[in-house]
């Protein structure tokens, strides 16, 4: 029973030809990739994620946390890359994690990714409301406040129809077309960069470079918790917090992984359209970082407003108006960008049958998964109308790292994996006199016979080394987490411990990077494997346990709710389970037909 039910929960996408499949319309080309990730990444945060950070965290040095933050966001692109150039379909992470780990983890990555953009949109879509409210003078919000209040501690104060009713058009536009909702989205990206590169030239003419290096007796008494001035006030430990909060800055890369049934040259388009987008956001993060607490000193900065509060500063209305402009653009991007992805992956995982068929059904005029899309549509905007995101958003992050935590490890995975097309994939097993001694374990474990394709021993071996990579990397995230105090004040016994499981872990690192690799030709592959994939997968399990306990639980209650669909639904309806079967039953047929032959012709 436990073999035929972890049968059942392993089994692999198998790719096919399939009837039905690829009706998505190939309409975006390389600018409208790079335009819908940098859309969906680059919204608010850019106009407000750099002063909060100077403010309370790193202050100047938040250029540097955006740069810890773009290398560490680099190392899961670039594993989204390669999986782009492997899997050219619909559904992200959850295609990539199907072809290599299995259904059940597909799931459970697929089913997180629907909570990442649900929670995105909604709160982009509250975001872009109040942020419109308050230029008008909270007209809005407190004329329905007084007619419709709702006095319940974890909801809204009141319902927020703006913002449904942005949704519900927003979910019509991309009913409409793919084509034309990226028209759309390609407008509003570049007023969004154009704003972005006016607020850089005039920030530059009032730039102040002193203000980087202000000392502590020049800061004002009535000034709390500004650390010791100059770069780096709050010291390294400062920088890296403030890396944490900028790395959420770049989620929404991913959008563009979703898209593979749609791009037009998706092999070569999407890996690129990744790295350009990363590049792009980077920039823009970084200037606008250093113009901002180059005008301003770090502890003049306005956590919520920072540009309007800082052309406000110099004396420029104009410019903060532009900003204001601007933002709102920004937020309709975000906007789109957040919700474009959702559809896409229900249609994946309802084409699939591990959930409901009906979402999967794609308009033969539109071409676009409108059921998937207006259900989509449907449950954000209900969303936006009764609930306060607040205590929501750590869980969009949460489905986010353990997707790039999950793609890594498929990267580590594929990468090793024995080829059907290579010459040693169907070879014949170690002779019955081979003895894997102690001696000749430490020469397979670490390839000393310099074997150049991958084997059934090498994979195993690769395979365990993974896991067991997987298992040191969270024990050593989560022994800095909770030890890092003693760590930096010298404390011995722990400083022992972490060199023992660092000596370990290279060791194993050493091991998989030995075994013989996969020889296939992609468009992209990650550089340094399995260094990077490493790197990304220890950075993602770090973040995520910088979340609160009551994240966890939102979060384990979300996964059950999952679990309950794909126990009584998925496990069933799975066409990939019932190919499965498809191909037992015939395989069944054969035998019986040859054991009949056997009888009547004996």
């Given amino acids: 029973m436990t073999s035929r039910l972890w049968k059942v929960l392993s089994r692999r996408r198998i790719e096919e030809n399939e009837e039905g499949k690829g009706e998505l319309a190939r309409v975006l080309g390389l600018f409208d990739l790079t335009a819908l990730g940098v859309g969906s990444t680059l919204g608010l ?52 994690s199907y072809v290599t780990v299995g259904e059940f983890i597909a799931f459970v990555i697929g089913w997180n990714l629907i909570l990442e953009y649900v929670i995105g949109t909604a709160s982009v879509a509250r975001g872009l409301s109040n942020y419109i409210d308050a230029l008008i003078g909270n007209v809005i919000g407190d004329t329905i406040r007084s007619v419709m209040p709702i006095d319940v501690p974890f909801l809204s104060e009141y319902p927020d129809f703006f913002a449904f009713g942005m949704v ?11 084509r034309e909702s990226s028209i759309l989205n390609n407008i509003f990206t570049v007023i969004n960069l154009t704003t972005i590169a006016i607020v850089i030239v005039a920030g530059s003419i009032k730039a102040n470079p002193s203000n980087w290096s202000i000392a502590p007796e020049n800061i004002p008494d009535t000034v709390r918790n500004v650390g010791t001035g100059g770069f780096v006030p709050f010291g390294a430990r400062g920088v890296m917090i403030g890396a944490a909060k900028c790395f959420y800055g770049f989620v929404g890369f991913d959008t563009i992984a979703t898209t593979g049934e749609e791009a037009k040259n998706p092999q070569r388009h999407i890996p690129l359209a990744i790295v350009l987008s990363l590049i792009i956001i980077f920039i823009a993060y970084f200037s606008i970082s250093t113009v901002l607490t180059m005008m301003l000193p770090y502890y003049a900065q306005n956590a919520d407003a920072p540009f309007p509060h800082a052309f406000d500063e110099i004396g420029w209305p104009v410019i903060k108006w532009i900003v204001n402009i601007g933002a709102i653009f920004a937020l309709c991007t975000s906007l789109l960008g957040a919700m474009f992805p959702l559809p896409r992956v229900l249609y994946a995982m309802a084409s699939d049958g591990i959930i409901f068929k009906t979402l999967s059904k794609v308009h033969p005029k539109t071409m676009t998964p409108i059921y998937g899309t207006l259900m989509s549509g449907l449950f954000i905007g209900l ?39 290579s010459c040693n994939a169907h070879a014949a097993p170690p002779k019955s006199n081979y003895q894997l001694t102690p001696v000749n374990l430490f020469k397979e474990l670490f390839n000393l016979h310099n074997q150049k394709e991958p084997t059934q021993l090498s994979n195993k071996i690769a395979s365990i080394s993974i896991v067991l990579l997987c298992i040191i990397i969270c024990i050593i995230a989560f022994f800095i987490n909770n030890m890092g105090t003693q760590l930096v004040a ?86 990939q389970g019932k190919r499965n079967k498809a191909e037992n039953d015939k395989l069944q047929q054969k035998c019986v037909e040859k054991f009949r032959i056997m009888i009547t012709y004996p």
């Avoid at 670039?78 to 990539?96: H, T």
């Avoid at 519900?168 to 793919?178: F, Q, R």
């Fill in 490 to 575: 010298g404390d011995a016994i722990v400083s022992v411990i972490l060199v023992i499981v660092m000596m370990i872990l290279f060791l194993n690192i050493a091991a998989v990077g030995r075994q013989p690799v996969q020889k296939i030709e992609l468009s992209f592959k990650v550089p340094l494997v399995p260094l990077i994939p490493c790197l990304s997968i220890f950075t993602n399990i770090y973040l995520m346990l910088q979340l609160d306990v009551f994240t966890w639980i939102r979060f384990a209650v979300w996964l059950l709710i999952g679990f309950c669909i794909y126990g009584f639904y998925g496990i069933t309806h799975s066409e």
């Fill in 45 to 96: 945060g850019v106009y407000v994620l750099a002063g909060s950070v100077a403010k309370d965290t790193a202050g100047p040095a938040v250029c540097i946390s955006f740069l810890i933050a773009a290398v560490a966001s680099a190392f899961a692109g670039m594993c989204y890359a390669e999986f782009a150039s492997r899997v050219p379909k619909a559904g992200s992470a959850y295609v990539y």
């Fill in 383 to 421: 969303m936006t109308l009764i609930f306060n995101l607040q205590q929501l958003i750590d869980m969009m992050s949460i489905g986010t790292l353990l997707a790039y935590t999950i793609v890594a490890i498929c990267v580590l995975v594929l990468r090793y994996q024995k080829g059907e097309n």
């Fill in 168 to 178: 519900m058009l927003l979910a019509a536009l991309l009913c409409v077309g793919v």
